[in-house]
């Protein structure tokens, strides 16, 4: 039973490493597609999809560090991405943020 438990967790660690390097070669090809990218639209989508990249390290580091602490930091940055997400989508629509006229 130890054996297989060892087993189990040199697996998840193993998978975690490989996971952390695939999850950081998308954060370079994503920043290179915001710097480049053609339309403002593709920039917003590449900008997304970084924090949805930011909150899958976070969970892989609470996959692999003993604490219950990064949970939270997983749902904060869940909500400021979708808050910025409607942000950037009403600045593409519109051009502006915040409306100063009520209709």
Do not use: Q, W
Not at 23 to 48: C, E, H, K, M, W
Not at 90 to 98: A, D, N, S
């Amino acid at each position: 039973m130890n054996n297989l438990l060892s087993a189990t967790n040199t697996i998840v660690e193993i998978t975690a490493v490989i996971c952390l390097a695939a999850i950081s070669i998308s954060l370079i090809l994503l920043l290179y597609r915001i710097i480049v990218g053609p339309t403002n639209a593709d920039r917003a989508v590449a900008l997304d999809s970084v924090g949805m990249n930011m909150m899958g390290l976070t969970a892989l580091m609470a996959v692999l560090l003993p604490t219950t602490k990064l949970n939270d930091v997983i749902l904060l940055i869940g909500i400021l991405l979708f808050i910025g997400t409607v942000a950037i989508a009403k600045y593409l629509e519109k051009g502006v943020i915040i409306d100063g006229k009520l209709d």
